[in-house]
């Protein structure tokens, strides 16, 4: 799904702590199906499908048949939106951390 086709806001999709684990458990194996993301939380199996059908419309996870079972995967590549970002952020602060540090240098002369 190409970056202009995703149906939801890549910022959007993360801001629950739920879905930012579900990328988490789907980020440390090839696929899981849905039984298993299920486990770890405290719901049921519409409420887990539900959080995946949104990173799903952000791009964020793939699913595919194999027989009945539905399994999920993370596709990793939206996320890159997100550290382009925070990258800028991180230099913003760099930045002013040195001018900081800086004139703090200059008042102890």
């Known amino acids: ?4 086709n995703r149906l939801r806001d890549v910022f959007d999709a993360i801001a629950d702590p739920t879905r930012r684990r579900l990328i ?3 980020a440390e194996t090839d ?6 993301l299920t486990a ?7 409420a887990v499908s539900k959080h995946l059908a949104i990173l799903k419309e952000a ?5 595919r048949k194999v027989g009945r079972e539905t399994r999920f995967r993370l596709n990793a590549a939206p996320l ?3 550290q382009d970002w925070l990258a800028f ?7 002013n951390l040195r001018r900081l ?3 703090l240098e200059e008042e102890e002369k």
Do not use: C
Request: zero cysteines; charged letters at 25%.
């Open 89 to 95: 952020y991180s230099r913003f602060w760099n930045t």
């Open 101 to 103: 540090n800086q004139l």
């Open 31 to 36: 696929e899981m199906p849905l039984h298993e």
């Open 40 to 46: 770890p939380f405290n719901m049921g199996r519409t």
């Open 1 to 4: 799904m190409s970056d202009n």
């Open 24 to 26: 988490r458990l789907l």
């Open 80 to 82: 890159r939106e997100i």
């Open 59 to 63: 791009g964020l996870v793939l699913d």
